[in-house]
């Protein structure tokens, strides 16, 4: 186990996909970030782990059109009050339009949450995974 010099453990990468696969059947809530020709832009997405890939569902527009074949970040983070612990887990890879022919993935999909959701499904490689867990303080 490593500590970084701020006192984090640096996670593994195993350890890393696991909480990955937790959080999306707790919260199915993260963020992806991309990269545009006016600023970076980072919104928050539904998701599912399906083997080894993030699995995010989207409608047509600026977002799904700037992430489409690009290198993007995805995070996902929680905190425990109840033990004041926090981990964060960052996954950078490559984002990829699901076919419709992949029934696989389309139905691994995640489920909206959103009331009138969109119908593509965004696959991102977990090329890079990097994760930390850390204490937290309670509040005063």
């Known amino acids: 186990m490593w500590i970084d010099s701020r006192g984090s453990t640096v996670l593994p990468a195993p350890e890393c996909m696991r909480l990955l696969a937790v959080a999306a059947q707790d919260i199915g809530v993260g963020r992806i970030g991309l990269a545009t020709d006016q600023a970076p832009i980072v919104v928050p997405v539904n998701f599912t782990v399906y083997g080894n890939q993030v ?13 489409i074949d690009h290198l993007v970040a995805f ?66």
């Open 55 to 67: 699995l995010l569902r989207l409608g047509i527009g600026f977002i799904s059109h700037a992430a």
């Open 75 to 140: 995070e996902v983070d929680h905190v425990d009050r109840r033990t004041n612990s926090a981990w964060s887990v960052l996954v950078r890879g490559l984002a990829t339009l699901i076919d419709d022919q992949d029934e696989a993935s389309i139905a691994a999909a995640p489920k909206p949450l959103v009331a009138e959701p969109g119908d593509m499904v965004l696959a991102i490689r977990t090329d890079v995974v990097s994760g930390r867990r850390f204490d937290t303080h309670p509040a005063r």
